[in-house]
């Protein structure tokens, strides 16, 4: 008897998850259908990254990495799985329990939905409609389970009438009421898996933004960077001076890439300004585009680490658009907000600054940016932190105070102001990599946005330090590669690494942690020579 109620709370469990199932399916082809950034797993998990702590944050990204939002959908799928069961379960055995958690999940999903930025009344419609079918696959599998289990009771043991079910409505035959439920949960479960992937395989595919970005064709840059000979050093292992836009590191709060028509795209720079002015994409770059070459770095960047990038950014001066609006007097903070709600706080004299090349840009490395990197347009900021500067998918600049404004990171663990460290890092050897004794040769990459890089040293075992012998630099807003001859000995040897900039600055040897304002510390690599 036992083994039984056993095998029917098992069939319970798969009813909840194809009811979830069905659910997710028939939001997603909603979603498709009529408002595509409402999908409500991706919602919930946009909802999850907005409020997890910060520290979890940390964990995540650096157990994960690249995958980290992979990784959190695959949480996101097995908290959904475990809840799924609980509903079947309980819709079984306490009717309509699992409904009613059904409902709530529906609710949850559909304030996920509509709090996110750009959701409109049409938003409301995927979660409603999974919850209608989720509702009602649960109710019907529900019924059709417990005259199966009638059923095949009254067949078994037709001496106890106590035990057979009210539902006797679907329960005539115990074959055909076992049929029923199987039926309809094989159906529903293949039609769901079907329809959701499909919905949302063809919502992540016929982007039709790609193909608008595409079609671009940019106005001739009116001045470029050049690049003077002896900027790029040819040794092995050492990372490139430009970063190819498919390697250039990513680091944003969202969960699908936004997709911006930038036929449609407005910029707005409102706020205390004596003018609000909207510009459309065409006006952008019809003020004339320039080149500049910009290193960005995030301040999730560890001691060694490659959150850093270096591109040739094609843009408008922000400043030349800040002066159209007319900053007022009490202004000190520049609120940039991208199309997904996220937000940065930029100093104003950053972006007013004749000295600071503050860009919008446009291209990357010669292309429009990629979708990833903040298509059509995002900022780029010299010398400050990008989730200080660097907003992607930009459509406002709301000239403010940092009194009365605050940015996404701001009340999560991070300064509201963030300049860049002067920071170097080894590339090669790599601890890890054993190099042959003999002469090797030790490189890396060092930054000083704004400043520029003077000197680098270089100490073996924690001897004299000696000079590194440095790329010629393109700008003071781009790192510079270095590198020193080492006639290594076999053993394990310490390296470490410390740059000087070029106001005469040191890099500090003072470890910091990434939060609040970036890390600091002289890289020390152990290396092993055979
Ligand atoms: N809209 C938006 N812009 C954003 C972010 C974001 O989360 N959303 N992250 C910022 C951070 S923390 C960094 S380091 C840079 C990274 O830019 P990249 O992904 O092009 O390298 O983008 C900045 N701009
Ligand atoms: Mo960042």
Do not use: H
């Given at each position: 008897m036992a083994a039984r109620r056993k095998t029917f709370i098992?069939?319970?469990?798969?009813a909840g998850v194809v009811s979830a199932a069905a659910f997710l399916a028939a939001a997603e082809l909603i979603a498709l259908l009529v408002a595509p950034?409402?999908?409500?797993?991706?919602?919930?998990?946009?909802?999850?990254?907005?409020?997890?702590?910060?520290?979890?944050?940390?964990?995540?990204?650096?157990?994960?990495?690249?995958?980290?939002?992979?990784?959190?959908?695959?949480?996101?799928?097995?908290?959904?799985?475990?809840a799924a069961v609980i509903a079947g379960v309980l819709e079984y055995v306490r009717p309509p329990i699992g409904a009613a958690l059904l409902v709530v999940a529906g609710v949850l999903s559909g304030a996920a939905i509509l709090t996110r930025a750009g959701a409109g009344f049409l938003s409301a419609l995927p979660p409603l409609a999974g919850t209608i079918a989720g509702v009602a696959l649960l109710f019907l599998l529900g019924r059709r389970l417990r005259a199966w289990r009638d059923g095949s009771v009254t067949a078994g043991n037709r001496?106890?009438?106590?035990?057979?079910?009210?539902?006797?409505?679907?329960?005539?035959?115990?074959?055909?009421?076992?049929?029923?439920?199987?039926g309809l949960t094989l159906i529903t479960a293949a039609a769901s898996v079907v329809v959701g992937v499909g919905s949302r395989v063809i919502a992540a595919t016929t982007s039709s933004i790609a193909a608008a970005r595409d079609a671009i064709r940019l106005p001739a840059v009116r001045s470029t960077v050049t690049v003077p000979t002896g900027a790029e050093a040819d040794v092995e292992g050492l990372t490139p001076l430009f970063t190819p836009n498919a390697d250039f590191y990513r680091v944003d709060t969202a969960l699908t890439v936004p997709e911006i028509d930038p036929s449609t795209w407005r910029l707005v720079i409102d706020g205390m300004v004596d003018q609000?002015?909207?510009?459309?994409?065409?006006?952008?770059?019809?003020?004339?585009?320039?080149?500049?070459?910009?290193?960005?770095?995030?301040?999730?960047?560890?001691?060694?680490?490659?959150?850093?990038?270096?591109?040739?950014w094609q843009g408008v001066a922000i400043r030349d658009i800040l002066a159209m609006a007319g900053p007022q007097s009490g202004a000190d903070m520049v609120l940039s907000r991208s199309v997904d709600g996220y937000t940065a706080s930029t100093p104003l004299d950053a972006l007013t600054d004749d000295n600071r090349d503050a860009i919008f840009a446009v291209a990357m490395n010669g292309e429009p940016l990629p979708l990833e990197h903040g298509f059509p347009v995002r900022m780029v900021v010299p010398g400050l932190y990008?989730?200080?500067?660097?907003?992607?998918?930009?459509?406002?600049?709301?000239?403010?105070?940092?009194?009365?404004?605050?940015?996404?990171?701001?009340?999560?663990?991070?300064?509201?102001?963030?300049?860049i460290k002067l920071s170097s890092r080894i590339d090669t050897p790599r601890s890890g990599t054993p190099v042959d004794a003999g002469t090797v040769a030790i490189a890396g990459m060092a930054w000083a946005q704004t400043?520029?890089?003077?000197?680098?040293?270089?100490?073996?075992?924690?001897?004299?330090?000696?000079?590194?012998?440095?790329?010629?630099?393109?700008?003071?807003?781009?790192?510079?590669?270095?590198?020193?001859?080492?006639q290594a000995e076999a053993g394990t040897h310490y390296v470490t690494v410390r740059a000087i900039d070029s106001?005469?600055?040191?890099?500090?040897?003072?470890?910091?942690?990434?939060?609040?304002?970036?890390?600091?510390?002289?890289?020390?690599?152990?290396?092993?020579?055979?």
């Open positions: 098992a069939w319970a469990a798969v950034q409402a999908s409500p797993l991706l919602a919930v998990g946009s909802f999850v990254i907005d409020i997890v702590p910060q520290p979890f944050k940390e964990f995540a990204i650096s157990t994960f990495g690249e995958y980290d939002k992979i990784a959190l959908l695959v949480g996101l799928g097995l908290a959904v799985l475990v001496a106890d009438p106590v035990t057979a079910g009210t539902d006797t409505a679907d329960a005539p035959r115990p074959g055909s009421s076992r049929r029923g439920f199987l609000r002015i909207e510009l459309s994409f065409d006006d952008l770059v019809n003020m004339g585009l320039d080149e500049y070459g910009i290193t960005l770095t995030c301040v999730s960047n560890e001691v060694g680490g490659g959150l850093v990038g270096n591109a040739i990008g989730y200080v500067s660097a907003t992607k998918w930009v459509t406002e600049l709301k000239v403010t105070t940092f009194e009365a404004d605050e940015a996404y990171w701001t009340p999560r663990g991070y300064a509201a102001e963030a300049p400043v520029g890089i003077d000197r680098v040293e270089v100490s073996i075992d924690d001897g004299d330090w000696q000079p590194a012998t440095l790329s010629t630099p393109i700008n003071a807003d781009t790192w510079v590669q270095w590198w020193v001859e080492w106001a005469g600055t040191m890099q500090t040897e003072e470890r910091a942690p990434i939060a609040p304002n970036g890390s600091s510390g002289w890289q020390r690599t152990l290396v092993t020579v055979r």
